[in-house]
């Protein structure tokens, strides 16, 4: 190896930082591809999570599923999917619903919405990277912000609230 | 305490209760005469007939006064500590189990949460074996509009049917004898987020159902089915014009808030009258009277401020001729709903000599915390005391009829309000009372817990929750969660209470052995003295309880005691729905204050039937 590419090799470390460091930032303003596979782009993108964290409750998601531990629908910030907890299962079950009660939303949101709020439902969990998940909270507190959750569940019935 | 208790009929059929005791209210008073007008159904029916009818247990509420107190004496408060399991019987499902199961001719009636099974279990042979199973199949969808977890309440019996609600939005008759599908009404439509969990009341011939969806923005309405055949008799809306709601010349309120044309339209901001007011509870009937009596539930959505004005029909109790449906009378116990107070829980009737004068009254202890005493005949109220811990409200203003409410604890947009008190799920929710004759209580099961509230915009999308809150509820004053109560009527005071450290969410049952039965949360059934609320017996069941105790005198001759357990419903959805309480507005913030329920039960339908050895 020659001593200049030695030489270079923290140079494309700090090329390859600043690269994933633009995706956590990146805007999107045509909405042809959802990445490859899709929908992975959303999840790494802390815009997109954003967007689906305003969705999540402007749609009336948070009624039945809460701030993520979930009411009339199962919780969505721990470890256990009915319909599979990959971003693209997410997709297709807020698009186009499931048999037990979940509605289907693809007459009610875009497809770069229900995108977006999937990739919020994976935030829920924390299953998005620290930097890329919420870290606040416009309502009244209800937990931890996503970006400070654990991704494991170990409920150890503590001091009474 | 009393010493002695005089039990006769009169002439009309119906219990008189003469209590001749030492107390210095006796003394003062020798107007304690309380009877039992539900009982003047069997007016014209012989003894006989009426010692069948105790023994059965052919509505949850056992009677049309809604007194679930059953005048059998075999178990007493020197026996109850012998009592062990008869037989018991899984549902198989894991769901909250609600309902009161009915006992006819021999026979066991069980209603499931959803999918709303019916089973029928032989009592004429030992451990009661299955005579059949009712599948309704209901629409699974129905499942994710469900508030409150998919419960159903029980089912009544009328005509040789058993008639029950299914969470689809249908009400059903099954033949009694044979199972099979008599007539079906569907009445609810899921797609608008309409249920009905409601047990229906089968009187004059007809069968009253509601609809549930506050928390969806549904409009209420309640429903009389022909029991014949299951067409529509009339329906009657609890908001909107006065044609809807079947308000008409027969309308007398004895308030004058509650008079004028399209009340249910104008106490509402332009166009938003057609959200809440749901019929999810308990129907008392006075068959003397003619008139059904039933709460409304609160308006559409909880955030207060999308919604200004009193918001008449809902959150009050509504008086109808039963033929008709026409509305005679109503009153509002929450104008102006700030807390999802639904006013939907029972009314028990009874007849009173209140100030020296005999009254036709109805009893109601209402989730905003007071026990109430109105005239059903006129609809005024008479008395209404506190029965926890208030600060939302300040009183009851008998003059006017208002509540008054506490303005340091006023929800709205762009506020939090912390340590409310009760909350949402009320001080009482729907879980029953019982009321002894013989002494004179309504004995209450409650909780006691207070919440933080923020109200939010709510929007309106059809088929999904309509409420704008976040909610945190938490253990009220002293940290125990709930409470079981024994309310003396006529003196409005307590007269002993347990408390409970966690929220009574089962029916409570009372019986002429002076014996209170009741359940928790987490599993134990337990049977206490009327009198001083002292522990007899318990029993630990496999789930927590939250169904409807009952009894009967089974085939054998002998008293038995019944219970459903398996946790669920609003309180033990944290279990059933396998929610994360490290979210506290989970289950709009019941999980918070529910949040050690997962260690305590598990998920589980099964009856259990108790006997003496």
Redesign the interface.
Known sequence: MSFAFRKAMPVFAVVALLLAGCEREKRDFHTASAGNPPGDSYQRNAYAVAQGKRLF????CS??H??????????L??D?WIYGGKIQQIYRTIRDGR?????AWKN?MTDEEIWQVAAFVRSMGRYVSKDVAPSRDD??????AESR?ERT?V?T?GP?? | MLKENHFSRNRSGSFSLGRKGTTAMNLRSASVLIVISGLLALAAVSVSAADDENAQWVRPAKDFASTRYSPLTEITTSNANRLIPAFTFSTGLKHGHEAAPLVVNGTMYVVTPFPNFLYALDLTKPGAPLKWKFDPHPDPAAQGVACCDTVNRGAAYGDSKIVYNTLDGQTVAVDAVTGKEAWRAHLGDIKRGETITMAPLIADGKVLVGNSGGEFGVRGWIAALNLSDGSLAWKAFNTGPDKDVLIGSSFKPFYLQYRGKDMGVKSWPPGRWKYGGNVWGWISYDPALHLIYYGTGNPGPWNPDQRAGDNLWTTGIFARDVTTGQARWYYQWSPHDLYDHDGINESIILDIVWKGKPRKVLVHPERNGYVYILDRVTGEVLAAKPFVFINSSIRVDLKSGRLVPNPAKATGMGKTVYDICPTASGAKDWEPSAYSPRTGILYLPHANLCMDEESITANYIKGTPYVGANVRQKPGRGGNRGAFTAWDVLKQKIVWETKEPLPVWSGALVTAGDVVFYGTLDGWFKAVDAHNGKLLWRFKTESGIIGQPITYRGPDGHQYVAILSGIGGWIGSIVTNSLDPRDKTAALGMVNAMYDLPKLVRAGGRLYVFRLP
Request: charged content about 15%.
């Open positions: 409750g402007w749609m009336n009624g039945c809460s701030h993520g531990g979930g009411g009339m629908g199962p919780a910030m721990d256990r048999r037990n009660g979940m509605p009610r309502a009244m507190q209800s937990g931890k959750r569940n409920i019935w009474p609230p």
